[in-house]
């Protein structure tokens, strides 16, 4: 069965294109009665950024806090926030911050029309009604979450995406300028996760011609971005996380997101640097892109934390194997139909066990 890839409506590229989101706004506005909420990455709070949001009277600034990566419980808080402001939904709600705000948006916005909490629509197709229009500001590139249909969360018994057509954003907003304020360790974690995109995708088994133009272009810009010193790096990054999102939308991610978000479940670990770590072990999935990434953190002088897992009750190591083995598609896509012989529950314990 070939899937039918759902797209974002509008997009819009360019240094200060984010002047115009009042524009592209007002035309979602029917009446006076129409407002927005602006979910927006608490970074930006009391900053000069914050002034430049375009917020009318009856709007509401909805700071998120992203200390720890969104989880069920706090999209249910956020949309009865929501919903506690006025007695009509938003005419729309506007995402601006890296991959979690996002994620946030994209979530709030689909719950507003759904009912009960968000937990019980992770997984796939399981959103009935469509979203409340929603828009996305980047201010962190790297995810992609800017182009895919998944909103990431965690929620009490796993952490899995609100995954549906409705999910995808009706409007883009990619303006490089945002990214100037992003800490270099953070820019590095967060590009490398575009770039582990892209090798997953190109060395996976789903791959096909529409994901392996998407993937060859962003890891030519992944490239670019990394190794040179470059007037348009935030603009090329830019593009390369919408491309890099663009790819596996129509393939898959691999070994690398599989252990990650086992890490990332039992310790909390955030998804750019739990990818760089887990990355790092990969040379026998991956031998000529780990060097290479190796090459990239030693000319942007990055080090990653190690033993992490070394010392961890037996427990927390096998429950990060079971949600990693769980992830039958990411594995499929890396190892083929007969993953489960080759990837083994010892085999990745042995690998989080160097970790
Ligand atoms: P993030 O959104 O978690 O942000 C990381 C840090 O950077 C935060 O402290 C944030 O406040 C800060 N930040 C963001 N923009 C900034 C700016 N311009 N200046 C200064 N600081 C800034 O990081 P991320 O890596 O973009 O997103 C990770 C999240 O995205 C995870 O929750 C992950 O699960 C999710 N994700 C989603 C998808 C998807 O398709 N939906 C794909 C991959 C990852
Ligand atoms: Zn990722």
Same mark, same amino acid.
């Given at each position: 069965?070939?899937?039918?890839?759902?797209?974002?409506?509008?997009?819009?590229?360019?240094?200060?294109?984010?002047?115009?989101?009042?524009?592209?706004?007002?035309?979602?506005?029917k009446?006076?009665?129409?407002w927005?909420v602006?979910?927006?990455?608490?970074?930006?709070?009391?900053t000069s950024?914050?002034?430049?949001?375009?917020?009318?009277?009856?709007?509401?600034?909805?700071w998120?806090?992203?200390?720890?990566?969104?989880k069920?419980s706090?999209?249910?808080?956020?949309?009865?926030?929501v919903?506690?402001?006025?007695?009509?939904?938003?005419?729309?709600?506007?995402?601006?911050?890296?991959?979690?705000?996002?994620?946030?948006?994209?979530?709030?916005s689909?719950?507003l029309?759904?009912p009960?909490?968000?937990?019980?629509?992770?997984?796939?197709?399981?959103?009935?009604?469509?979203?409340?229009?929603h828009? $996305?500001?980047?201010? @962190? !590139?790297?995810?992609?979450?800017? #182009?895919?249909? %998944?909103?990431?969360?965690? *929620?009490?018994?796993?952490?899995?995406?609100?995954?549906?057509?409705?999910?995808?954003?009706?409007?883009?907003?990619?303006d490089?300028?945002l990214?100037?304020?992003?800490?270099?360790?953070?820019w590095?974690?967060?590009?490398?996760?575009?770039?582990?995109?892209?090798?997953?995708?190109?060395?996976?088994t789903?791959?096909?011609?529409?994901?392996?133009?998407?993937?060859?272009?962003?890891?030519?810009?992944?490239?670019?971005?990394?190794?040179?010193?470059?007037?348009?790096?935030?603009?090329?990054?830019?593009?390369?996380?919408?491309?890099?999102?663009?790819?596996i939308?129509?393939?898959?991610?691999? $070994?690398?997101?599989? @252990? !990650?978000?086992?890490?990332?479940? #039992?310790?909390? %670990?955030?998804?750019g640097? *739990?990818?760089?770590i887990?990355?790092?072990?990969?040379?026998?999935?991956?031998?000529?892109?780990?060097?290479?990434?190796?090459?990239?953190?030693?000319?942007?002088?990055?080090?990653?934390?190690?033993?992490?897992?070394?010392?961890?009750?037996?427990?927390?190591?096998?429950?990060?194997?079971?949600?990693?083995?769980?992830?039958d598609?990411?594995?499929?896509?890396?190892?083929?139909?007969?993953?489960?012989?080759?990837?083994?529950?010892d085999?990745?314990k042995?690998?989080?066990?160097?970790?």
């Amino acid at each position: 069965m070939y899937r039918n890839f759902k797209l974002i409506n509008n997009v819009m590229f360019g240094r200060g294109c984010f002047e115009q989101l009042d524009d592209i706004l007002d035309v979602r506005r029917k009446d006076s009665t129409s407002w927005m909420v602006f979910v927006t990455d608490d970074v930006f709070r009391n900053t000069s950024f914050e002034k430049r949001i375009p917020l009318k009277e009856n709007d509401m600034l909805l700071w998120v806090n992203v200390d720890d990566e969104p989880k069920t419980s706090y999209v249910d808080r956020l949309t009865d926030q929501v919903r506690a402001f006025s007695d009509i939904l938003p005419a729309g709600v506007i995402g601006i911050g890296g991959g979690s705000a996002m994620d946030l948006a994209k979530s709030v916005s689909l719950m507003l029309t759904n009912p009960g909490s968000s937990e019980k629509y992770q997984g796939w197709d399981l959103i009935r009604n469509p979203a409340v229009y929603h828009a $996305a500001v980047p201010t @962190l !590139s790297g995810t992609g979450a800017e #182009v895919s249909r %998944t909103a990431v969360l965690t *929620g009490p018994e796993k952490k899995l995406g609100l995954n549906s057509d409705y999910t995808v954003f009706d409007q883009v907003v990619l303006d490089p300028d945002l990214l100037q304020g992003v800490p270099r360790d953070q820019w590095f974690y967060t590009g490398m996760d575009c770039y582990i995109h892209c090798v997953e995708s190109l060395e996976g088994t789903y791959l096909n011609q529409f994901s392996k133009s998407y993937a060859q272009k962003a890891i030519e810009l992944c490239r670019e971005v990394f190794f040179h010193e470059d007037p348009e790096s935030d603009d090329k990054l830019m593009m390369a996380s919408f491309f890099g999102g663009m790819s596996i939308a129509y393939s898959q991610v691999g $070994a690398c997101h599989a @252990l !990650s978000y086992g890490l990332s479940y #039992v310790l909390g %670990t955030h998804h750019g640097i *739990g990818c760089c770590i887990v990355f790092d072990y990969l040379d026998e999935f991956y031998p000529e892109h780990v060097n290479e990434f190796r090459e990239m953190m030693k000319k942007n002088n990055i080090e990653l934390p190690g033993n992490l897992v070394k010392g961890l009750d037996e427990e927390k190591i096998d429950t990060m194997v079971s949600v990693t083995l769980g992830l039958d598609p990411l594995w499929e896509n890396c190892l083929g139909p007969n993953w489960k012989n080759i990837m083994t529950p010892d085999r990745a314990k042995s690998l989080f066990m160097r970790m």
